[in-house]
């Protein structure tokens, strides 16, 4: 399946964070004629998955990637290594960006977007900086290409142009920047200064010589440092970044984005403190519960949104901090379980966001109540909008089964029960924010004062969106039944794994 | 053989230059004067800073008097650095000028600025070269008469005013300056700046000293904007033409920081100054005050040059913190700050000059819609405002990283964070002016006429500034090391007593790195 064996495979890494560059001047260049613009997206978006088809090749094989680029400040470098939680994230974001490229063509010619052009570059450098993210060797690494994403997806936010956009971008950039700036650089150096390095090593950097205060303030700074990870109460950006187009909330607010923040917390988890090692710092507790508590809450608050795209951004925020729970429960089948997660989420909340911009597009609906008995006009669409909400619930034969139980397991291995609560009352919570919209949809009959829908008026959703909205929602199913080339990449990643070890 | 005299040369070419200008007449022709000697005395600057790099010191006896007893110019790394910045800011300014000032000050008076400008450029290098304290004090006085005309020179009739203030302000401090060096002169008999380090240090305790010690923190303070006595420079910087605030934004208080650093380092020694007068606390409780309250003000101005001044008067503060840590790598840092503010701030100032060009008006609502209609200048202040912002891979974050790694080494948690939080008032105000520009429509009144981009001239000086910023950010091989043994040859008192070892070691350390 390796097509790129020919090459050497650290400059794999170079590639998969290059090609998207040179896509998005291809872009540029192609400007003007849209159809040749999209098939060059499509074709880079391609040829990058092909790349960390690659890559994740090589990591089977136990092949080493790594990469130097400059060396910034005395001791640190820009510098890239492949691991496999980097592998597993930059599959599921080159992926989904290939199935975007295709929604979006739809989408934006559908809803007739301006600015076209700037959209697919922007989309193109967010992805090359979350690929630069994936494979970071150090913290100063992944704090550069951090900054840089939350940057390159700001004129994708405010891409409408409007007030509203602009209010949504100025929260976006306002948390994201602040929270990376006064917390998570704060960390970094904090770290720097203290332990001598930067690297990501397998167990941890951190020895006996730094005192436990300051390790436990440091945990702190990172969890909320890390502000894509959208924990309470620095989740404001996530809804208010809503108002971008459906594209860029599907890839970038279910995938990229929130995903990198996610993904950045399980690396200093795994690679900064050491899972071993979490259950003795004092502040791991706390975080836990305030991730548990964000889980909960913003669940409530998705409930009171009638606005589809707003309840599947508090969905995400509680979904978000499944992970973040998972990573801090100090378990490795946890661990493993947030891992998948990353996955599971990341296809049942695409195929959501997908149906919700679809909907926008063919009927102009944006709130829940009007979208009642929508299941007769859109099926197809519905159908999907069901499989994606039973996957984000965690019901077989989805794949968000499988994220939910070693997460459940985890918090049994680890002897937090309340945690096992938590995800319970949460998944009740979850049937009851997102179950009703395909039931009204298709088992509400249709209203007697409602004008009877004319032949006209008869809706078709865009066909490149429906053949992306298709593919992700077999990605739900499929992923239920063949989860294990992906549970043994995770069974790669140092200290995590799947097997349950009991009390011992 | 000639390459003896390349200490004095910064000096001496714009001093000749000057009166030349005024003699060509030629507004044409004494731009190109000015810029061609700015440019060579940069020239030679940089080979100084490579020179003292690879040796250590220079040593200059002015009419071949043998210092003490004759004036001495002494190159070191780090007015070396500095003086590679100034020249090279100048050179950049210059060249912006010539259309800049087209517009701004009346055609008469171009050769008056081109001469202020040159006699101004006259003024810094002496202070950063010379190893005299009183002749530090008659170049402080050049420089600074010269600012006092180049803000006046404007057509707007509130720079007179602002000039008038700069003034009276500047004044005293010089004349501070002056008292302190006289109560040192008096108390030990010289003025060679090495000797009157060696002279202080044997006196144990000494009244007049620490009198003149105040005098001279307090004129210096004045002259670098230290929070609370920077009430002069905002009215001096919005009201002056954009070419002159673009160069005094970037040069002049970076002067002055460096006369504060000479003076508590070489000359009364940072023991005395930090331990035995306990000046440390002082300064770095104002430096954090600056940081906020400046930075604050400054997200509340609707003129953009006042928020770039007040911007400036914080960064200012950034400087000072550095100094006021007492570590090698806390002034290391202020030293790489003064380095990397330049950059910015010049490319900013230039910026708003060519919005003030275009618009005429240099008010935040004059920036609406400008993402489109000026977009080369507009992405030049969004590189310059990101580094101000210290994002990473610009200069900014640089500076900021060794920062809050010089604050974090001494355990000072609490001011690293303080530091961190004053770079998010940053994005506030820069945040306003980008907001105003990519998102929002231009006035009506402003649309009958079409704003067009800037002209090349003005572009190229900025945008040379722009991608100085971004390189600064990713290869920090040159800007780091001779800002670390810059500080390094500050912070040894023994390497400033005995010449001879002094080199060596220095020369070690560049070895070594």
């Not at chain 2, 509130?158 to 500047?170: D, I, N, P, Q, S």
């Not at chain 2, 891979?393 to 001494?410: D, M, N, P, R």
Request: aromatic share 10%.
């Amino acid at each position: 399946m390796n097509i790129w064996s020919a090459l050497e495979p650290s400059l794999l890494i170079n590639l998969t964070i290059i090609v998207p560059l040179i896509g998005a001047v291809l872009v540029v260049l192609t400007g003007k004629y849209p159809n040749l613009r999209e098939t060059v997206s499509i074709a880079t978006a391609i040829t990058l998955f092909t790349l960390v088809l690659g890559i994740t090749d090589n990591t089977f094989n136990q092949i080493t990637m790594a990469t130097t680029w400059v060396s910034l400040l005395s001791g640190l470098e820009i510098a890239f290594s492949v691991e496999p939680l980097g592998v597993l994230f930059a599959l599921v974001a080159s992926f989904l960006w290939i199935i975007t490229t295709i929604y979006a063509i739809g989408y934006m010619r559908g809803h007739n977007e301006q600015n076209q052009t700037r959209f697919y570059v922007c989309f193109a450098l967010a992805i090359s900086t979350v690929m630069a993210i994936c494979f970071s060797a150090n913290l100063l690494t992944l704090f550069i290409f951090y900054e840089l994403l939350t940057l390159s997806t700001y004129p994708l936010v405010t891409h409408a142009g409007t007030d509203d956009a602009k209010r949504g971008g100025r929260v976006y950039l306002g948390i994201l920047l602040g929270t990376s700036i006064a917390f998570l650089l704060f960390a970094i150096l904090g770290t720097w200064v203290s332990a001598g390095t930067l690297d990501f090593t397998p167990g941890g950097i951190f020895t006996d010589v730094q005192s436990d205060g300051l390790i436990a303030l440091l945990l702190v700074l990172f969890c909320y440092g890390i502000g894509k990870a959208a924990l309470m109460p620095f989740h404001r950006w996530l809804p208010a970044a809503m108002v971008a187009p459906t594209p860029v909330s599907a890839l970038l607010h279910a995938v990229a984005v929130v995903k990198a923040g996610v993904f950045t917390i399980l690396k200093v988890v795994i690679y900064i403190f050491g899972i071993e090692n979490l259950s003795q710092i004092m502040t791991t507790d706390l975080m836990l519960y305030i991730a548990a508590a964000t889980v909960l809450l913003s669940s409530c608050v998705a409930m009171t949104k009638d606005n589809l795209k707003a309840r599947l951004a508090y969905s995400t925020v509680s979904q978000l901090s499944y992970i973040v729970v998972g990573a801090l429960l100090a378990s490795s089948i946890a661990a493993a379980g947030a891992a998948l997660h990353i996955v599971t989420h990341a296809v049942g909340k695409i195929t959501l966001f997908f149906c919700a911009g679809a909907i926008m597009v063919a009927s102009h609906k944006k709130n829940i109540s009007e979208m009642v008995g929508l299941g007769r006009k859109m099926p197809l669409t519905m159908v999907a909008f069901a499989i994606g909400t039973l996957s984000i619930i965690g019901l077989p034969p989805m794949a968000g089964t499988w994220s939910k139980w070693y997460l459940v397991a985890g918090a049994l291995e680890a002897d937090k029960l309340i945690i096992v609560v938590v995800l319970t009352i949460s998944t009740l919570l979850n049937i009851v924010y997102l179950l009703p919209i395909p039931i009204k949809a298709f088992l509400t009959p249709p209203d007697e004062n409602q004008q009877p829908w004319s032949r006209a008026e008869t809706i078709k959703t865009p066909l490149p969106s429906l053949i992306a909205i298709g593919i992700t929602s077999t990605a739900c199913v499929a992923l239920f039944f063949y989860p294990q080339p992906i549970i043994d990449l995770i069974n790669l990643i140092p200290d995590v794994s799947t097997e349950f070890r009991g009390q011992s | 053989m000639f390459e003896q005299h390349f200490p004095v040369l910064p000096i001496v070419l714009p001093l000749i230059a000057a009166p030349l200008c005024m003699l060509l007449g030629r507004s044409q022709l004494a731009w190109l004067l000015a810029t061609i000697v700015s440019g060579i005395s940069f020239c030679i600057a940089v080979s100084l800073l490579m020179v003292t790099l690879d040796q250590g010191v220079l040593s200059y006896a002015l009419g071949g008097w043998e210092p003490p007893w004759g004036i001495e110019m002494r190159l070191d790394v780090a007015n070396a650095l500095i003086l590679s910045v100034v020249t090279g800011i100048s050179t950049l300014v210059l060249v912006y000028a010539k259309d800049s000032i087209a517009t701004e000050i009346p055609q008469s008076q171009h050769t008056l600025f081109y001469t202020a400008h040159l006699l101004c450029l006259t003024g810094l290098s002496g202070i950063l070269t010379t190893g005299d304290a009183f002749n530090l004090f008659v170049f402080l006085e050049i420089s600074s008469l010269a600012t006092y005309t180049l803000v006046s020179l404007a057509s707007d009739r509130r720079a007179l005013t602002a000039a008038f203030r700069y003034l009276v302000m500047g004044t005293i401090g010089a004349t501070f300056i002056l008292i302190g060096v006289g109560m040192m002169y008096m108390k030990t008999g010289t003025l060679n700046m090495l000797d009157l380090a060696a002279r202080i240090g044997e006196f144990e305790y000494n009244r007049t000293l620490n009198t003149g010690l105040a005098f001279i923190l307090v004129g210096v303070s004045i002259k670098l904007a230290l929070f609370p006595l920077h009430m002069w420079l905002p009215p001096a910087y919005t009201h002056a033409p954009s070419a002159v605030s673009a160069f005094l934004a970037s040069t002049a208080t970076k002067v002055a920081v460096y006369v504060m650093i000479r003076f508590i380092f070489t000359i009364y020694g940072a023991e005395y100054v930090f331990y035995s007068m306990g000046m440390d606390v002082i300064l770095l409780v104002l430096a954090i005050v600056a940081i906020f309250n400046c930075s604050f003000v400054a997200t509340v101005q609707s003129n953009v040059k006042t928020m770039l001044a007040y911007s400036s008067v914080a960064q200012i503060g950034y400087m000072i913190l550095g100094i006021s840590l007492v570590t090698t790598a806390g002034l290391m840092a202020g030293l790489l700050h003064i380095f990397n503010h330049a950059l910015m701030k010049g490319a900013l100032f230039m910026a708003v000059g060519a919005v003030f060009m275009r618009t005429g008006s240099a008010d935040i609502k004059a920036f609406r819609g400008l993402g489109k209609t000026m977009p080369w200048t507009m992405a030049a202040f969004t590189i310059a405002g990101l580094s101000i912002i210290g994002v990473p891979l610009t200069a900014g974050f640089v500076s900021k990283w060794y920062l809050v790694t010089a604050a974090l080494e001494q355990q000072h948690w609490m001011i690293a964070f303080l530091v961190l939080i004053g770079s998010l008032l940053a994005i506030v105000y820069i945040g306003r002016i980008l907001e105003a520009a990519y998102f929002k429509d231009p006035v009506q009144s402003a649309s009958d006429k079409t704003i067009k981009e800037a002209p090349l001239m003005m572009l190229v000086p900025m945008w040379i500034l722009a991608v100085a910023n971004i390189y600064f950010g990713i290869d920090t091989s040159l800007s780091v090391t001779a800002a670390d043994a810059a500080a390094n040859w500050l912070f040894e008192p023994s390497a400033q007593a005995v010449f001879q070892s002094a080199s060596q070691s220095a020369s070690e350390l560049g070895a070594a790195r």
